[in-house]
C-alpha cells in the first residue's frame, strides 16, 4: 500500500479560537496552527488583521494525514460549523478578517473545494467562501494558541465555542478523536 504523506489546509470561518478548537477534535488533524493569510501584509499583528487592513483573515493550517481523514471530510465539518454564506461576518465577528476563505495547497484540494462549493450551491443559499492558492502563512501570537484549551471559563469560551463542540461531537461523533 502506497504512503501518504501529511498535507496542510488552510481555512478562516470567523475567529480562529473557534475554527482551532473544532480541528484540533477530529482524529487524522495532526496540529492546528491559528494565523493569518490571505492578504497582503508582511508578518501582520493581531491588532493589525483586526483593524481590517491587512487584507488577511484569521485562519487556522491544518496538518493532517489523508490516510486517517479525507479532505471531503474536512470540507464537511468546515462548512457545518461556520455559515459561508454570509460575507465577512460570522456571528458577532464583523470585517474582511472574519470572512469564509479555503487557501488549498493542492489541485486536488482546490478541485474538491469548488464541487463541494457547487453542491452546497445547488442546495440554496448562495456560498460566499473565497477560494485561492496559499501564498504566504503568518503564524498568530503565541497567546492564540490553544485559546480554547487555556480559556474554557472564559465567556467567550463558554458562550460560543463550547456549544459548537458539543454540536460538533454529535453531528461528526465518527471524526472525533478517541
Not at 5 to 11: I, K, P, S
Not at 33 to 55: L, W
Not at 141 to 155: T, V
Request: overall charge negative.
Amino acid at each position: 500500500m502506497e504512503q501518504l504523506t501529511n498535507q496542510f489546509v488552510v481555512f478562516g470561518g470567523g475567529c480562529f479560537w473557534c475554527t482551532e478548537a473544532v480541528f484540533k477534535e477530529l482524529k487524522g488533524v495532526i496540529s492546528v496552527m491559528p494565523g493569518y493569510a490571505g492578504g497582503s501584509k508582511p508578518n501582520p499583528t493581531y491588532e493589525e488583521v483586526c483593524g481590517g487592513q491587512t487584507g488577511h483573515a484569521e485562519v487556522i493550517k491544518i496538518e493532517y494525514d489523508p490516510a486517517q481523514i479525507e479532505f471531503k471530510d474536512l470540507l464537511t465539518v468546515f462548512f457545518a460549523t461556520h455559515d459561508p454564506t454570509t460575507l465577512n461576518r460570522q456571528g458577532n465577528d464583523v470585517g474582511t478578517q472574519y470572512r469564509s476563505i479555503i487557501l488549498y495547497t493542492s489541485l486536488e484540494q482546490e478541485k474538491e473545494s469548488r464541487e463541494f462549493i457547487g453542491e452546497l450551491d445547488k442546495g440554496g443559499a448562495k456560498v460566499v467562501t473565497e477560494l485561492k492558492h496559499l501564498d504566504k502563512f503568518y503564524e498568530a501570537e503565541d497567546y492564540h494558541r490553544e485559546y480554547y484549551k487555556k480559556n474554557q471559563s472564559q465567556p467567550y469560551c463558554r458562550i460560543i465555542i463550547s456549544p459548537k463542540l458539543e454540536k460538533l461531537k454529535k453531528r461528526f461523533y465518527e471524526l472525533i478523536k478517541k
